[in-house]
């Protein structure tokens, strides 16, 4: 599996952690970059003084003491010019954790100033999967009709709203919800949580 991941500037940082928990211990490759209203989220929301994305997955990897079998590839959010910026290159999906209502709205309109937004045009281009996880509550219509405009440009939609018959316990449950979610959608096998019976 190989991935492109963007960490935009929206509440939810635990969404991103626990996403990145999970990759830590799949095998695989995924090309990342995070916004700088992200990195200042992620501290705040995690009280800690993350700086760059490498201080994140290094955060994430010592929290849990994750063994990694995924290798990671920080590329730099400014870069509009990178490897990830250029469908010659390929990739199975990408996932954009979490999305806010700005990202949600460059993407829709095709805009490409920064690489998050970039990288998502490459992948719906080349008709690749791309998975958006929108933190925002109450939508307003134009979040509503971004959102719908990405959908019927071939993203699928997966807002952070975590469903509670698995009986969470814990923040990390409500995170890890989404994550299996994200897994399902990328074909990947998922024990985070278990599926409905019924």
């Not at 409500?174 to 998922?190: E, K």
């Amino acid at each position: 599996m190989k991935l492109v991941v963007g960490l935009a500037g929206a509440s939810g940082s635990i969404y991103a952690a626990r996403f990145l928990k999970a990759l830590f211990e799949i095998e695989g490759e995924t090309y990342i970059t995070a916004s700088p209203a992200s990195l200042r989220i992620f501290s705040e929301e995690y009280e800690t003084t993350v700086k760059t994305t490498e201080d994140i997955l290094s955060f994430v990897e010592e929290k849990w003491q994750v063994k990694p079998k995924h290798k990671f590839h920080v590329r730099n959010f400014f870069d509009i010019g990178s490897d990830i910026a250029s469908g010659s290159n390929v990739w199975d999906a990408m996932v954009v954790i979490p999305c806010s209502m700005k990202t949600v709205a460059s993407m829709s309109a095709g805009l490409t100033e920064n690489l998050i937004e970039r990288a998502a045009d490459v992948t719906l281009k080349e008709r690749r999967r791309l998975i958006v996880v929108p933190r925002e509550t109450p939508y307003n219509r134009i979040h509503l009709r971004n959102m719908l405009a990405l959908d019927e440009a071939g993203a699928i939609l997966l807002p952070a709203s975590p469903g509670f018959y698995q009986m969470p316990k814990t923040l990390d449950d409500l995170g890890d919800f989404i994550t299996g979610r994200i897994l399902n959608l990328l074909g990947v096998p998922q024990t985070l949580f278990p599926k409905w019976e019924g």
